[in-house]
Structure formats: C-alpha cells, structure tokens
C-alpha cells in the first residue's frame, strides 16, 4: 500500500512532555514515520524547544523540527486555560484542510474533536480519537464542560471515523451519538534493552523498595486517598509520585503537606528514568476517580508491575484479572489491598506476570499503530 500524508492535531506537543495524548501521539506517529509515512505533528509555539535543548532524536530547523523522522509544526494560539487548546486546534485544522497535500486529519481529543468539519472542508479525510469524556474533569467550569460535549457531539457526527481508546467510551458513543466507534486503545512500549536501575538512587530509591504512581497531580487522581492509605501501612517502603500540576494550586501544597517523608514527588520524569522507576516498583497504585484507558498502568504491565487500581470501570477494563481494585475513595480499603499484595510476594509476582501478558497481546505500541494504520487505509477506501 502507498505511503500516507498524515497531520496529527489536538495534542500539545512532542517528545511527550505534557499527558497521555501527548504519548499516545508520539508513539503512533514515530512508529508511522519509520514505516515510510509522511506524518507531520502540529504543536503549540510557546513549546518551541530551543536546539541547545534538544532530547536526543530532534533536530530544529527554524522555527520547526523533526523528530524521529516525524515532522514537528509549531503554529500559536491563545495560551490561556480556557482558548489554549480551542485556538490552537482551529487554526491548525484550518491550514491542514487546505494548505497541505493531506491524505488524513487526525484529530485528537473531544475539545479538538469540535473542528471536524474545518478539517474536512476540503475534502480531506478526518479521524478523530476520544482519549477520554474531558467534561467528567472536575477543573471544568460549566462553560468548558459545555464545549468539550459539543466537541464530543460534533466530532462523533462529523468525522470519518471515530477511534475510541476504551470499550467502554467505544459503548457510550454508540449511546451517546449512534455513531459506531472503531476500538483501538492506548499502549506502552516493549522493552528491547535492560533497564539501568541505577537511575532511581537520584531520588535515594533502591529496587523494591517503594510503591510508584504516576501522573498528573489533579484532584481527578485521588492523590490524598493514595497518601492516607500509605500511611496506614506498617511498613519502610516508600511512596513515589510521578508527576507534576501546572500552573500549580493549593492541590499541590495539601498533598505535600499531608505527605511524611517516606513520602517522595519526583516531578515530572521522561526516558529511561521512568522505565527505572518503574522497573524497580515493588507495586504500581493509581487511585484515580476519573480516567481514558490509563497508559501508566498499560506501561506498568509492560514492566511485569504487580498492579492495585480503584474500582473505576475504565481501570477495571485495563487490567482486566491481572490487578486488584479496591473501593474508589476508600482509604481503608486500599490500605487493606496493599497491605495484602505486600505480604504475599508469591502472589504479587504471579499478578505481575498475568501483567505483563495481558500487556503483550492487547497493549504494545506496535499491535496499537497496526490497527491505526489499517483504519487510516480503511476510511480512505471507503
């Protein structure tokens, strides 16, 4: 089959830096790129990454780049909390459906998702992937919460297709929309090298020693519920959290000072760090109250983590049998499941390999971009 002029919108930028839209679109794209895919990511112009800077594999060229053979676009918009993402996707949706020889619009995201119709203007062909139902956010006003469901309404309607990364969005959008979705979730990467331990005695970790998180820090993620349970546990294990909150609120400043200091927040870590953090994890934690399909913890299986996870349907689709979930909230009940998989290492090693398959055959990168590629193939025939 031919190559394909791709353009991928919605998402702030690459390398990931920033969510899960942001990782799930760098590993979609760089995996296209290597298979002769003419891909192009369009990102926000206040992420220019300045060449001195630059992570290994992005090379700038002006005021655009390329990275791993995918090329890196930057084009403005209104960087405030409310227009940032709104403006940026309208314009870039504007140019890709008229000043580019474009075989496929890839919108990504339900706020994005509202410019369908400027992407197919001019008779490209438009998809769009629902990575998550944003207006369940509690950082939404009403007026956001309002856009990003019509954002949902119009994109269901007026794209191509519709990917859904969770058969439960999948369901809700047949529901919400009669719109058939196609079902492709998100992913982690297989390692094909080992992993350098070393790395975590940065934060004065040593493999097995602690528990791993890893996110955003939003409300959405129960980071307070995760902290409380910890401390209820008897035991010299720490707790690591992954992640950062920007612009940073009062959130923040409560976690830290709920926090002792078994208690560890590393900031926003990337690349091989990260692989180590959790390569050596005794037991990956999300307590979230709201997710997409959580690529953290498909990136935990693919390091054999033994997995506890709130009750949450879209948690309980990921990890299927291989995690143990506890009531969302519960501060007991997750204190409770911890302390079990800790005092059983037979059976926590047992969970993190049924991890690990469950992984390999539904959550690779690579089984990921597969079916991408072939509903880009598949929209463009019919």
């Known amino acids: 089959m031919r190559a394909l002029r791709i353009a991928m919108i919605g998402q702030k930028g690459i390398p990931a830096r920033y969510g899960g839209v942001e990782t799930h679109v760098e590993n979609i794209s760089v995996r296209l790129a290597e298979r002769g895919h003419d891909v192009r990511v369009f990102c926000r112009s206040r992420l220019w990454v300045d060449p ?15 990275y791993q053979g995918v090329r890196v676009v930057f084009r403005p918009s209104v960087p405030t909390k409310h227009l940032d993402a709104a403006t940026h996707a309208f314009l870039c949706a ?45 950082k939404w006003g009403p007026w956001a919460k309002m856009f990003l469901k019509r954002g949902e309404r119009t994109g269901a309607r007026r794209s191509d297709t519709v990917i859904a990364v969770s058969r439960l969005m999948q369901a809700h959008i047949q529901h919400a929309h009669g719109v058939e979705a196609r079902y492709i979730p998100n992913g982690a990467s297989r390692r094909r090298s080992p992993v350098d331990l070393s790395l975590i ?15 955003r820090i939003i409300p959405d993620r129960e ?20 992640g950062s909150e920007n612009p940073r609120s009062a ?35 999300l307590a979230s109250r709201v997710e ?8 935990a299986m693919a390091h ?19 995690a143990r979930y506890f009531k969302c909230g519960d501060v007991n009940a997750l204190a409770s499941t911890l302390q079990q998989l800790l005092e059983d290492p037979a059976g926590s090693d047992a969970l993190g390999r049924l991890a690990r398959q469950r992984f390999e055959t539904e959550y690779d990168w690579d089984l990921v971009t597969d079916q991408v590629e072939a509903e880009y193939y598949r929209v463009l025939k019919s």
């Not at 005695?201 to 996110?215: A, D, H």
């Open 304 to 322: 054999a983590r033994p997995l506890v996870l709130s009750d949450i349907p879209e948690n309980a689709e990921v990890g299927g049998t291989a």
């Open 52 to 66: 001195a800077l630059a992570p290994p594999g992005y090379v700038v060229a002006g005021r655009d780049a390329t």
């Open 223 to 242: 980071l307070h519920t995760l902290i409380e349970a910890f401390h209820q546990l008897p035991t010299t294990l720490r707790l690591v959290i992954v």
């Open 201 to 215: 005695e940065r934060w004065g970790l040593k493999s097995g020693g602690y528990i791993l998180t890893v996110g």
């Open 94 to 138: 504007l140019e890709a459906s008229w000043r580019h020889d474009l075989d496929i619009i890839h919108l990504h995201g339900i706020g994005p998702a509202a410019f369908a119709p400027v992407a197919g203007l001019f008779g490209r062909r438009v998809v769009s992937t629902f990575h998550a139902l944003d207006w369940r956010q509690v």
């Open 251 to 285: 959130y923040t400043d409560a976690l830290e000072r709920l926090a002792a200091e078994r208690v560890v927040f590393t900031g926003d870590v990337f690349g091989e760090p990260l692989e180590a953090l959790y390569a050596g994890a005794r037991l990956y934690a």
């Open 292 to 299: 997409g399909l959580p690529i953290t913890v498909c990136e």
